[in-house]
């Protein structure tokens, strides 16, 4: 009974330590700077995707371009191929200038997204901008467009603009002002503080990345040039997209073998090596590497670099905060982890930022703060006084008690010695002890050891003492 005891309340701990775990992985408060650092990059790439298009936007997007509306729309809705979810309003404009005045507005909001000029507003701008032009441009995206994707669906719904940006330098400028006006612009230009928010967008960055990399890894798994260590050369020898000739390596087979292997072995893994505080960095650097080497040696300088700073979003704000020069907690954690540790004890230390700390309506928001808990100090001292109180005459109580039960025993002895004591003696009825179960030849021991017993358990209460206790 004890040992199924004991696994119980050990199943019951455990399973208490994994939802507090859970909890803190998805909703411990977070600083917004590494969401920040990336708005930067995938805004950047964002713009440069929109100009790059825009040199040549009719073969794109035009009544003639290389798939016209009708074909992109057959591509999705099932006539030439699997049908898909995805819609597009350009499916439905032919007119270039409409086109053109489209295009114009869809790089201006990702300039103000990368700058982060009202990045509440031109986050989800940004990506429904996006997500209709590659739904119209089917047959002509790679995977830049789909990592960019994916990094502004998320960042599009953070408050990734609180720092490195316009939005942080008009808060300041408006805090600076009366506490209603700061108060009133309040959501449009997030603060730079840990929040939820902020947390939940790094987690689904993170987990979705994981994703990413499990599944292109399983799928060249599926290939034979991975298992038998070729795949790299292949790589590397393909004219049409090599940049750098690194051919001459050529002579030494075993290289490519084990650079093919290590490559696999860590895109399947990825997704359980990046957690762990021992393996993070080495599955962060072999990230680096690789995507590094596809940008330098294949051509794809846009994909290594937006590879990379996908790979950024387990880098811990609290680093890059010590780059700004700004305190904090743990100088120990340099990355983002799995564990509450991550930044969570940040959530209740708000360092601001040099600028923030000289604005009235923070100091005054920091003094409300101070005087909220000062109260609620007060507050539980009273609670604590008024316990402490209610204890000390219950103590009082007990004292009385057990002084009346030494009288009476004293008493109940005496007449003990005397031969006095009877049933229906008027101490026995007021003290509740009963003689039913002693006989009046047991000895003088007998008799007190039941009188003991009987006085134990505190009956010498009047009826009201006994409905107060």
């Known amino acids: ?84 979810a995805a819609w597009s309003y350009l499916w439905n404009v032919d007119s270039p200038a409409m086109i053109g005045v489209h295009h114009f507005v869809t790089i201006l909001v990702s300039a103000s997204f990368m700058v982060g000029f009202l990045t509440r507003i031109t986050g989800p701008l940004a990506l429904w901008f996006q997500l209709m032009l590659i739904h119209r441009l089917l047959g002509s995206l790679f995977g830049l467009d789909q990592i960019v994707t994916y990094c502004a669906m998320y960042l599009a719904f953070a408050p990734c603009g609180a720092v490195f940006s316009v939005d942080a330098w008009l808060r300041r400028r408006f805090s600076a002002g009366s506490e209603s006006t700061s108060k009133k612009f309040k959501w449009l230009f997030p603060s730079d503080a840990p929040s939820v928010s902020a947390n939940v967008a790094t987690r689904l960055l993170q987990i979705h990345l994981c994703v990413i990399y499990l599944f292109g890894g399983l799928a ?98 609290l680093l890059i905060r010590r780059w700004r020069r700004i305190e904090v907690p743990e100088p120990n954690v340099a990355m983002a982890g799995m564990g509450p540790t991550s930044d969570a004890s940040t959530a209740s230390v708000i360092i601001a930022s040099p600028s923030d700390k000289a604005s009235p309506s923070t100091a005054s928001a920091s003094e409300a703060e101070i005087a909220k808990r000062l109260a609620d100090l007060e507050k539980g001292e009273e609670a604590f006084r008024k316990r402490y109180h209610k204890l000390k005459r219950r103590e009082a109580k007990v004292e009385e008690r057990n002084d009346r039960i030494k009288a009476t025993k004293a008493k109940i002895r005496a007449k003990l010695e005397d031969g006095t004591l009877v049933r229906g003696d008027k101490l026995l009825d007021q003290s509740g002890i009963e003689l039913s179960g002693i006989g009046l030849n047991d000895s003088h021991d007998d008799l007190e050891t039941h009188i003991d017993d009987s006085l134990s358990g505190y009956d010498l209460l009047n009826p009201t003492e006994r409905k107060d206790s």
Request: contains cysteine.
């Open 1 to 84: 009974m004890t040992s199924n005891t004991s696994l119980q309340q050990r199943l019951k701990n455990s399973a208490s330590e994994f939802l507090d775990s859970w909890d803190e992985f998805w909703f411990a408060a977070r600083h917004v700077e590494t969401l920040a650092v990336l708005r930067i990059i995938t805004g950047a790439m964002l713009l440069y995707s929109h100009v790059v298009l825009a040199t040549n936007l009719e073969s794109f997007l035009g009544v003639d371009a290389w798939i016209n509306n009708d074909a992109s729309r057959a591509l999705h809705d099932g006539t030439l191929g699997e049908p898909t």
């Open 220 to 317: 060249k798994a599926r290939g034979q040039l991975w298992w038998d260590g070729t795949a790299m050369w292949y790589a590397i020898g393909n004219y049409e997209y090599q940049s750098l000739d690194v051919t001459f390596l050529a002579a030494y087979p075993r290289f490519f073998t084990a650079l093919t292997h290590v490559t696999l072995f860590w895109e399947v893994f990825y997704c359980a090596l990046v957690w762990p505080r021992w393996t993070r960095p080495i599955t962060l650097a072999i990230a680096v590497a690789v995507h590094g080497g596809i940008a330098l040696g294949l051509g794809m300088a846009t994909f290594g670099l937006m590879m990379i700073a996908a790979n950024g979003i387990f880098v811990s704000p």
